[in-house]
């Protein structure tokens, strides 16, 4: 059953249960959060200092932290590490900290939004690009789909009602990865709960800046915050080529080229056993490269494929590898086999189009007919990030 029909949008009412505070769950809860603004504080301190001045940051630092523990001691628990969106609840509770104590000094909410993003955009930028743009690369990766999508499933269950609420939306080619439809917010329940529901649509301007900082582009048409039935997300990677369409997990990828690997050693075995070695030699070279199609073929179409030169490369360097270790060290002792340019090299090479063109051909047809973007409505932040 198609996963949009298991996921109901009516009956979205939260079961009649008492919440939890994450602080009895997790009692170390408090002092992490606490640790992590120190260290923030430090990172942000010039920023700070323009808005509230030398004279007076450190009452501000000190009024902001004594707020935010009070704060984290009324979060919900929602699962705690095990759940990803704790980490997003536990981060409203910062700015809602932020936000009580910079709104008696005149801070407005239609100017929180600048200056929560440019907070945001400075504390996250001391990580490294490279090290951002990994986390974003792992984030759009299929592992961590199938466990967006588990969330969602799972969601719907309701096992606890400060929690969110989210349908997993499958990618479509040429427009997006893959998305996720919230239609119950655990920040907006806490808010509301706090007395500051008005904060919403700013906490919600965050999400620009955290997907560009990884290297993620969002697409988002409407959200709960501005009385939308969902928070629409939907991400792509940008500047890729094959978005939308599915991609196999490293580990079918690797599963696939050692089945590869295997079944030419087989057929090498067997023309060894029956033909000369030359002829042997020949028939492996043509062999081979129809057998790693075959391969690729399975790889594209069962369980997603990948950009066909990373395909081509990683089935290529398995190959290299295992009969180097395990043909040439363990059986042979010795690397004399790979003198021989047609019963090595050119297989190699022959391996390595066979699966390039293989995949092409698979993903070209997989990726047609595409179709162009659709512009978002009315989306309430900057561009769509083209970093």
């Known amino acids: 059953m198609d996963e949009m029909e298991q996921l109901p949008t009516t009956n979205l009412k939260p079961p009649d249960r008492p919440s939890e505070r994450a ?52 979060l919900p ?20 900290a932020l936000w009580r104590v910079l709104e008696p000094r005149g801070l407005t909410l239609d100017e929180a939004p600048k200056l929560f993003c440019e907070i945001f955009r400075t504390y996250w930028s001391r990580y490294p690009r490279v090290l951002r743009r990994l986390y974003g690369r792992i984030r759009m990766g299929p592992a961590n789909q199938k466990k967006v999508r588990r969330l969602a499933i799972a969601s719907q269950d309701r096992p606890n009602p400060d929690d969110y609420v989210s349908r997993f939306v ?4 040429g427009r ?42 969002l697409i988002r048409t409407t959200t709960l915050a501005e009385g939308g039935e969902c928070c629409d997300f939907r991400f792509r990677r940008p500047g890729a080529s094959d978005i939308g369409i599915p991609r196999a997990s490293l580990a079918a990828l690797i ?8 079944a030419c050693g087989a057929l090498m075995g067997a023309l060894l056993a029956t033909v000369s070695e030359p002829s ?51 059986i042979q002792r010795s690397f004399a086999m790979f003198s021989s340019a047609l019963g090595t090299w050119v297989p190699f090479a022959l391996i390595f189009v066979s699966v390039f063109v293989t995949g092409s051909l698979l993903r070209r047809r997989r990726s047609s007919p595409r179709r162009s973007p659709a ?9 769509l990030s083209a970093s």
């Open 176 to 217: 997006f990865d893959f998305g996720i439809d919230f239609v119950e917010c655990g920040i907006i329940k806490f808010l509301r709960a706090e007395g500051a529901e008005e904060l919403a649509p700013v906490l919600c301007e965050l999400d620009w800046p955290h997907t560009e900082l990884v290297g993620i582009e």
């Open 375 to 383: 512009p978002p409505r009315d989306q309430s932040g900057p561009p």
């Open 280 to 330: 042997a030699i020949i028939a492996h070279a043509v062999g081979a490269p129809i057998i790693f199609a075959a391969v690729t073929a399975h790889l594209f179409l069962r369980s997603g494929g990948r950009r066909p030169i990373f395909v081509a490369g990683t089935f290529t360097a398995i190959v290299v590898a295992l009969d180097a270790l395990i043909v040439a060290w363990l």
């Open 23 to 74: 602080v009895d769950r997790d009692p170390r809860l408090r002092g992490r959060l606490l640790r992590q603004f120190d260290r923030g504080v430090t990172t942000l301190r010039d920023l700070l200092v323009d808005r509230f001045g030398e004279e007076g940051l450190g009452a501000s630092i000190a009024e902001t932290r004594a707020e935010y523990e009070a704060v984290i001691d009324r």
């Open 170 to 173: 499958p990618g479509e080619p």
């Open 77 to 96: 628990w929602i699962g705690g590490s095990a759940n990803p969106r704790s980490f997003s609840l536990y981060g409203s509770a910062f700015w809602l």
């Open 255 to 262: 599963a696939h080229g050692v089945v590869g690997w295997a």
